[in-house]
């Protein structure tokens, strides 16, 4: 497809599993965001990759969150030991150069529902 | 760091009448400004964007958003609203001054269209 995709589309799991989100991103972007997004809120900035480079983790809450793009196309956001607080919708959102001022063109997200 | 309000929650609009979502941002100099529109099950999209020039920036679907500096504000107008405008609006904001800065959403602001 043409745009940004993300999988699974939702996702439940019992507190303490892991969990895995993917991101597909448009073909060829070198910038890659990934935010969370509670009910009502705008997205909350987590981490952001340059190709493979991570520029900034300065979002994830604490060490249970982490990210990779080891090819500098897809990404995948994973939570181990989650709990109820992770809940939330996860947003990827790529962009054609590696600035800023890039239009961010974001995927439909994962729904995370921790029980 | 900078940071970014939305003083209204929810607006509710007749079709036809014209628009106003404020936005108010915090920065020690010129940011780069986003409004972005997200409408129900979909990702965000880009609206328009201000990074120097030209106080009053067009964008897609007949919005536009004016920058004033002496209101740290950049509030997103349109003349005519249309019901399928009725979404959750999000202002955004970067900083400029650095190599690189993250992108700081607002928490949005619901429109309601009404016929």
């Known amino acids: 497809g043409a745009g940004v ?13 892991d969990v ?21 809120q705008g997205p909350e900035f987590l981490t952001y990759f340059n190709y493979e480079a991570q520029q900034d983790k300065s979002g994830l809450p604490n060490d249970r969150f ?13 939570i181990q030991r989650t709990e109820q607080r992770d809940s939330a919708m996860y947003r990827c959102a790529t962009g054609a150069g590696g600035s800023r001022t890039d239009t961010q063109y974001f995927g439909p997200g994962t729904r995370l529902t921790v029980l | 760091a900078q940071s970014v309000t939305q003083p209204d929650i929810h607006i509710t609009v007749s079709e036809g009448a014209s628009l106003e979502l404020r936005c108010n941002y915090s920065y020690g100099a010129t940011p780069y400004l986003f409004w972005y529109v997200q409408s129900p099950g979909q990702g965000l999209q ?15 679907k007949g919005f536009e958003a004016e920058f004033k500096r002496s209101q740290s504000s950049f509030n997103l107008r349109k003349p005519s609203v249309h019901w399928s405008d009725a979404a959750e609006y999000f202002c955004a904001v970067a900083g400029s001054l650095a190599s690189y800065d993250k992108v700081i959403f607002g928490p949005g602001t619901s429109l309601s269209v009404i016929p």
């Not at chain 1, 982490?66 to 956001?77: D, M, V």
């Not at chain 2, 609206?47 to 897609?60: A, C, E, P, R």
């Open chain 1, 5 to 17: 995709s993300q999988s699974p589309r939702y996702k439940v799991t019992k507190r303490g599993q």
């Open chain 1, 20 to 40: 895995a989100l993917r991101c597909d991103p448009i073909s060829g972007h070198v910038s890659l965001y990934w935010y969370r997004q509670a009910l009502g």
């Open chain 1, 66 to 78: 982490s990210a990779e793009r080891p090819e500098g196309s897809i990404s995948t956001l994973t």
């Open chain 2, 46 to 60: 880009l609206l328009l964007k201000y990074f120097s020039g030209d106080t009053l920036v067009q964008g897609i």
